[in-house]
């Protein structure tokens, strides 16, 4: 189980500081879209999250998008928050996240995937070598597919938990 365990879970990717990202020795971060930077298909991001993105460019930390979803979905809004991007990112497979870091010129071991899915974002990220950040579940309706792949995520969120202290 331990190449399904994220390095680190927290509720939103707002909630992701400087000093987290000292502690962990974290320069660059690839980010998932749908769940993670906005609502699942929506082009308009989480409140805050264009404030966090200044900040965090602001202090040197490099920041792309890297999604499954096509160009079409991805482009725009990658353009709107001014953020580099690769999509169609075959991610559970490692080769696009590893392309990105180095693209964005930061040695894998201080790069970290966050999205909000444990197979396909943070097994990227750990099968890459980086460090990897899942997200809380947002409490919003979703499809059946949607609703399996939550619940198939529930034991790897609550070994993580089990380790670290705290619940889902």
């Known amino acids: ?77 990658a353009d709107m928050l001014g953020l580099k991007f690769a999509a169609d990112g075959l991610k559970p497979l490692p080769f696009k996240a590893k392309k990105a870091a180095a693209a964005m010129g930061i040695n894998i071991k201080q790069a970290a995937l966050a999205g909000d899915q444990v197979y396909t974002d943070i097994l990227a990220g750990n099968l890459a070598g980086m460090k990897t950040i899942l997200l809380q579940i947002p409490e919003i309706k979703e499809s059946k597919f949607f609703q399996f792949k939550r619940a198939m995520e529930k034991p790897i969120r609550k070994a993580y938990f089990k380790k670290h202290g705290g619940s889902i």
């Open 1 to 77: 189980m331990p190449i399904f365990l994220p390095d680190l879970i927290i509720n939103k990717i707002t909630d992701l500081s400087l000093d987290i990202l000292k502690n962990m020795d974290i320069k660059g971060i690839l980010l998932d879209v749908d769940s993670t930077l906005a609502e699942h298909g929506r082009q308009v991001p989480y409140n805050g999250v264009r404030e966090w993105i200044d900040i965090m460019q602001n202090n040197g930390i490099k920041l792309m998008i890297l999604s499954n979803n096509n160009p079409q979905r991805v482009k725009p809004f």
